[in-house]
Every structure is written in structure tokens, then in C-alpha cells.
């Protein structure tokens, strides 16, 4: 019983913790959004107004003949466990999506290969026992995420692309539906879909792109430059947007978790407590008839004892 009940003072502690670490998350996200959310507005209003400009991020690389069309995944995974099946999940969708797509473009008559980028160490370690290739050299933690780590993985992608090394790019992470429902998703970085750029921006932002008076708006030196500025902060919106939301998923399973432990180890203290008592009721009961009988005993002997002194009278 102490040993349970240190259990759960250890899932009670850990369980609040992973509160406070998915509530400043959260916060962190909610205070940078409305940036990254004008940013995509303005991307999809120069996508509107000037339909003529062409951008490498959104036309995307056409492999030369015999060249193989390379996709990239940069998956979040964490770097501890006891978060339930968080990370078996997202690895489970990752590994599904790679092979179809592998499948797709081997249909469509297209030579393809993978290149994995994992953050996390469970991630990496699975997926390397399962055959896949991981790249070595991209090693970052998944916890606490800061926008300097996600410049420094967007800068990343915006290199391997701008070097023809990486023909598509796919971030795999987890979002929170609820605090019991979280999906694995797959987000196509780059090239970018003009068509999605406006999925789940706020009405208020959205309803900025409707504005008339956008149409007015002359961009200096000229909407191509401008476009092809912002896809750097446009990649840096979404690689913190996928840390910050995978690192909240992974608290939130991991509260999901370490509640129900608790709950289970205070299960199992109400048994342990209902047996503790039935033995000790026991061994009380068995001690009051050893007592009962002891007397009873006793209490024989002494009437013999009057019995015989009697007789011998």
C-alpha cells in the first residue's frame, strides 16, 4: 500500500506538470498567431490579385528525366513516454503516408525515395528498427519549443529545397482535437497549396482578405519579391505552429495518462485497504475466540477444581 500510494503521489505530480507545460504552450502559440495568420492572408492576396506571378514554393521543382523526385518528412515525435499511445499513433499515420505516397508516385511512373527528419528520440529509434533511413544529422528536442528552433529547422527546409535536394517537404505531427482526441495529421510545407492557405485562420483575418480595399494595396518592389519574402515567415509560422501543437499534444496525452494511473493506483489502494481490513478483522476475531475459549477453559478448570475440593470436604 505505501509502495501504490507512492505511485500516485508520483502520476498526481507528473500529471500537473504536464498541465502547466501544455497551458504555456498554448499561451506562446495564442500571442504569435495573429503574426503568422497576416502573413498567410497577405500570401493569399497576392495569390488572388496577381494571379501571373510564378513562385518557385508554390510551382514546386520539376525533377529532371531520370532524376528521382525526393519527399521529405520532418516528423515530431517526443522524447519520453509515458504518454500513452501518443507516439505509436503518429508513428503508425507516418509510416502509412510514406508508403502510399511511395505507391502514388510509382504509379503516376515516377521514381521516388523518402528522407525521414525526426524530432525525438522515440521517433528515430523506432523507425530506424523498422528499416527506415533517418537522417543523422537533424537531432532537436521537442520540448519547450522556441521560435529560434523553429527558424532554425525552416531554414533548413527552405535550403534542402532551394537545393533541389528535397522536391516536396511534409511535416507529420499531432493535433488536439479534444483532450481524449488527438489525430495525427500530415501537412504538405512546401510547395505550397494556394488553396490552403487560409485553412483555420480566424473569421477576423479571413475577413480581412475580402476587404475591398486590398485590392488597392501596391507591394514595393514588386508582389514577386514580396511573395518570395514571406515564404521564409510563412515556413517559420508553420514549423512553430506544428512544434508548439505537438508539444501540447504530448502533454495533453501525457495528463490523459498519469490521470488514469492515478486513478487505477487509487483502485487498486481500495482494494488493498478492503483486504487490509478483512484481515484484520480477521486476525481480531480469531484472537477474541482465542480469549473466549482461553476463558471458557478456565473457567472449567476452576470448577473442577471447587469440585474436587468439595468432594475431598
Known amino acids: 500500500m505505501r509502495s501504490i500510494g507512492d505511485i500516485r503521489q508520483m502520476t498526481r505530480a507528473m500529471?500537473?506538470?504536464?498541465?502547466v507545460?501544455?497551458?504555456k504552450a498554448r499561451a506562446q502559440l495564442a500571442m504569435t498567431l495573429p503574426f503568422f495568420e497576416s502573413c498567410r492572408v497577405t500570401m493569399a492576396q497576392i495569390h488572388r490579385m496577381s494571379p501571373d506571378v510564378r513562385n518557385r514554393y508554390f510551382t514546386g521543382h520539376r525533377p529532371k528525366e531520370g532524376e528521382k523526385q525526393v519527399i521529405g518528412y520532418f516528423l515530431l515525435t517526443g522524447d519520453q513516454g509515458l504518454a500513452g499511445a501518443y507516439n505509436m499513433n503518429l508513428l503508425h499515420a507516418a509510416e502509412n503516408?510514406?508508403?502510399k505516397d511511395l505507391i502514388d508516385k510509382a504509379r503516376q511512373g515516377v521514381p521516388a525515395e523518402a528522407r525521414l527528419f525526426v524530432a525525438g528520440t522515440i521517433g528515430k529509434d523506432t523507425l530506424r528498427a523498422h528499416g527506415f533511413e533517418v537522417d543523422e544529422d537533424f537531432t532537436y528536442p521537442i520540448d519547450s519549443p522556441t521560435y529560434f528552433r523553429a527558424r532554425e529547422i525552416s531554414d533548413k527546409i527552405h535550403d534542402l529545397f532551394e537545393r533541389r535536394e528535397l522536391h516536396e517537404v511534409h511535416v507529420v505531427y499531432?493535433?488536439?482535437?479534444?483532450?481524449i482526441d488527438m489525430r495525427p495529421v500530415v501537412t504538405r510545407l512546401v510547395p505550397i497549396d494556394a488553396d490552403s492557405l487560409l485553412d483555420g485562420i480566424s473569421?477576423?483575418?479571413?475577413?480581412?482578405?475580402?476587404d475591398k480595399k486590398a485590392e488597392s494595396i501596391e507591394y514595393v518592389p514588386s508582389p514577386a519579391d514580396v511573395l518570395d519574402y514571406l515564404v521564409s515567415t510563412y515556413l517559420r509560422g508553420m514549423v512553430y505552429g506544428?512544434?508548439?501543437e505537438a508539444y501540447a499534444s504530448e502533454q495533453t496525452a501525457r495528463m490523459t495518462a498519469m490521470d488514469n494511473a492515478t486513478e487505477n493506483a487509487e483502485d487498486i489502494l481500495e482494494r488493498l485497504r478492503?483486504?487490509?481490513?478483512?484481515?484484520?478483522?480477521?486476525?481480531?476475531?480469531?484472537?477474541?475466540?482465542?480469549i473466549v475459549g482461553g476463558a471458557e477453559v478456565l473457567s472449567a478448570a476452576e470448577l473442577v477444581r471447587r469440585f474436587d475440593a468439595h468432594a475431598n470436604e
Open 15 to 19: 500529471y500537473l506538470i504536464s498541465a
Open 21 to 23: 507545460k501544455m497551458k
Open 97 to 99: 503516408r510514406i508508403r
Open 174 to 179: 499531432t493535433v488536439i482535437h479534444s483532450a
Open 203 to 210: 473569421p477576423g483575418m479571413a475577413a480581412g482578405l475580402a
Open 242 to 244: 506544428a512544434l508548439t
Open 274 to 290: 478492503l483486504q487490509s481490513n478483512q484481515l484484520r478483522q480477521a486476525a481480531i476475531t480469531a484472537e477474541l475466540s482465542e
